[in-house]
């Protein structure tokens, strides 16, 4: 069986640079280790220091004649260095392989080299008159090459700071330059799709290539320095076997030009950029691309709604009813939200614009769930006041008050056929009431667990109860008995709900841990940690996906098989409550702390493996 590896963007950084960025690159800087102290009594299997042996770097340079230098951690990106030494825009940066030293070149001809732990300047080369397009490390960084339109690669000393040797590319505008692993070649590639291979050690030529009919824009070896890699304006990639220059392959697939290709560390894969705005990875073996990534298709807030509650909102859901006989709002989004100011509040959502249609008056402390019929335009309210509630969503009346007696209603949820809603509240016990008849059908017992969270299962067969003890219970409609009981968590549940096809439960707790359960059996499936208390969750209609909410104000968007994390908002400035995809999965809200209802873009998966884009030449 193949396993097909999926690609996520991870965060994005706008406004990185004031004008265009035109390079980039990586360093990945080893910390240095402390002494070790004489200790008899220590156990050198045990790793005494939790803390990252490396840091993680990304530089970039632009056109506003600037490189910045940004530090990676916990999955933000922080500016560390701002470097000003360039007067005219940066084209390329490189760093050295033990990411300590940082070289940069400009269309001033400038090249300097820089210390990427302290941003301070080294040295500044003389390169002549002449614009440094492009440059890289020798393998051993003791040397930096550089390309220009003068058709000449310059070797300099890193240490010395002066020019060793020069390479003629017999006039070529050369755009792209590369050091194999080895330290035994550096190509070129050329304006006029030309790409040379010299041999380092006799300083000369020893292979000329003509395969492309446009400009060269970036070259590199596999790391074994076997193979020869080539991206172009004509919108082909190339793969040559070095020592004999034959051509291994031409891959096609982008839609314009190829600007940019990396190989895999482990050499299995490389990836290509293009103008056409996607980034393709590509199986070696096979020479397809498994993976294409659309670079303007990105997780992103799409609106903020500061201030939607005077208090903080504690619970969401989204809805799309058929309002009969209101015409105005059959096809609308609804949202529904309540809170800590005892109000429920109904907006819809048109244009992006969210506009407050309904807020509902009728408890008297705080509101801390609210759930939409899925067959019927009703919405169900509880409160800390004892109070459940139904409403007319689209006219924004009560219709009934269920009394409950002195119970709290901690959680809600409606039957997958609408014709019920399920209640847990401190007394452990399940209610079930008929949505239309407001009254109570029947009481399934959990052994006295408060409960802090239930949901029914889509097609009505079971319904799952979350307790302030961490402990899960599954319970069988029919039969009216617990059929599974698990020690799910270690702190209370704060949700559960089940994946759409009914099969599976997803639960949060107050021990920071997201799990996936399977319902017929309720063995976990997977576990993932957000190390802080995981407080709201919802799968995604298809169910492809899981939102949770988490204390720390942030929002994960994972992926269910694996529990593998897609995206993480971090728009909340305080603890976020509750999350909820819109019906066509492309949409998530969360509500928090803060007072504010924001939603996000979520695009959809990326596509199945692709099986063609490879020509393959004997």
Known sequence: MSITTLYYMQLKKENAHEDSIWCCGWSNIEKEKPKETENDDVDPTQDTNNEPNSENYLITGGLDDLIKVWQLENGKLEEK????GHSLGVISVAVSPDGKTLASSSQDSSLILWDLTNGEKIKTMETGPTDVWTLDFSPDGKHVISGSNAGKILIFGVESGK?????????????????????????????????????VAQGKLVHTLEGHAMPIRSLCFSPDSQLLLTASDDGHMKLYDVVHANLAGTLSGHASWVLSVAFSPDGKRFASGSADRTVRVWDLDSMQYSTTMPVNTIYSILLKKENAHDDPIYCCTWAKINTSGDSEN??????????????????????????????????RMAVVSVAVSPTAPIIASSSLDSSLIFWDLAMGKMLTEIPTGASDVWKMAFSGDGE????????????????????????????????????????????????????????????????????????PIRNLAFSPCNKRLAT???????????????????????????????????GTRIAAAAADGTVRVVLTDGLIVLNTFQEHTDMVWGVNFNSSNKRLMSVSKDKCINIYECPPLPPKTEKKGATLVK
Not at 337 to 342: E, S
Not at 451 to 474: F, H, M, P, Q, R
């Open 81 to 84: 260095h701002q470097l000003e």
């Open 163 to 199: 020019q060793e040797q020069t390479l003629d590319t017999r006039g070529k505008f050369t755009l792209s330059v590369a050091y194999s692993p080895d330290g035994k070649y550096i190509a070129s590639g050329a304006l006029d799709g030309i790409i040379n291979i010299f041999d």
């Open 330 to 363: 059959a096809s609308k989004d609804f949202i529904v939200t309540g809170g800590l100011d005892c109000l429920v509040k109904v907006w819809t959502l048109q244009n992006d614009r969210l506009q407050l249609i309904h807020t509902l008056k009728g408890h």
């Open 420 to 491: 019920h809603l399920c209640t847990g509240g401190h007394t452990g016990k399940v209610h079930i009431y008929g949505v239309k008849s407001g009254t109570l059908d029947k009481v399934l017992d959990t052994r006295g667990k408060f409960i802090l969270s239930v949901a029914c299962s889509g097609n009505s067969k079971y319904i799952a109860t979350g307790a302030e003890d961490g402990v899960l219970c599954i319970l069988d409609v029919t039969q009216g008995k617990v059929v599974h009981t698990v020690e799910a968590h270690t702190k």
């Open 508 to 542: 949060v707790s107050n021990d920071g841990f997201v799990k996936l359960y399977d319902v017929a059996s309720a063995g976990l499936q997977y576990t993932l940690n957000l190390k802080c208390w995981a407080v709201g969750l919802c799968f995604s209609g298809d």
